[in-house]
């Protein structure tokens, strides 16, 4: 008998998880149950905390999940992958970067889900299921998080996991309180994007091991600490006009 695999349980248990959620909520906004109760009265009480100093939190918030940073971020984190010359991980972290922006828009145009604030975006992004900034914001985030895990020690170990769970949670709930999307929206988005970062991080797991990951780690988190900021700074401005139900 082989020896029961914690990890691979681990992954199979995370994927049903992630699985079973998005499921739910697909069917929930293709009409098999009715997830716009929900979806409304979620979304209205949301709308009741909006006030100008959170609303600007919000709105910083909610940059850090734009697609330009991510793929900035995305990149940065592929470029440490390579200054370890693990290839099999740049090769399974682009895959899964790639592809899950494709499956956000393929499953928006089917569904072609009208979001809370109408004509917000054009072409597949005009819909609102599921949230591309959550599903994306989990797995790129969510890969930082595997790389901090498993390359830092101590309490930076700690302090860096919990600040980009935070944080993705963070620009998942910036969507329902801009008035970007639904709450099922971005509770699938989360899902969709959970259900990949362990598809990854099951891929990870059976690459060649890699070398001492050296400063590299550590280098990736310090420019995002640096930089975090100075984006957000820079789409504030834009943010603040853009976003229409918060005028």
């Keep these: 008998m082989k020896p029961y695999n914690h990890a691979r349980a681990r992954h199979l248990t995370?994927?049903?998880v992630c699985l079973l959620v998005f499921t739910l909520l697909t069917l929930g906004v293709a009409g098999v149950w009715n997830a716009n109760p929900f979806d409304a009265a979620t979304a209205r009480q949301v709308s009741r905390w909006r006030e100008p100093v959170l609303t600007d939190v919000m709105l910083v918030i909610t940059s850090l999940g734009d697609s330009a940073y991510l793929?900035?971020?995305?990149?940065l984190i592929v470029a440490t992958y390579a200054a370890r010359r693990a290839w099999g991980a740049v090769g399974a972290t682009v895959t899964a970067f790639l592809l899950l922006p494709l499956v956000v828009s393929t499953i928006k145009a089917t569904l072609a889900r009208v979001r809370p604030t109408a004509e917000l975006y054009s072409g597949a992004d005009a819909f609102s299921f599921p949230s591309g900034h959550a599903a994306n914001a989990a797995l790129i985030y969510g890969t930082m998080i595997l790389m901090a895990f498993t390359s830092l020690k101590g309490a930076a170990k700690w302090?860096?996991?919990?600040?980009?769970v935070l944080l993705i949670v963070l620009i998942a709930f910036s969507r329902i309180y801009i008035g970007a999307h639904w709450p099922s929206d971005a509770l699938a988005g989360l899902a969709l994007g959970a259900g990949v970062l362990t598809v990854l991080s099951w891929a990870l797991s059976r690459t060649p091991p890699m070398p001492s990951p050296g400063r590299t780690t550590p280098l990736l988190l310090a420019c995002f600490t640096l930089t975090a900021p100075l984006y957000a700074w820079y789409a504030l401005p834009f943010a603040r006009t853009f976003y229409t139900a918060l005028t």
């Design 14 to 16: 995370a994927g049903a």
């Design 71 to 75: 793929i900035f971020i995305g990149l």
């Design 159 to 164: 302090v860096a996991t919990t600040a980009l």
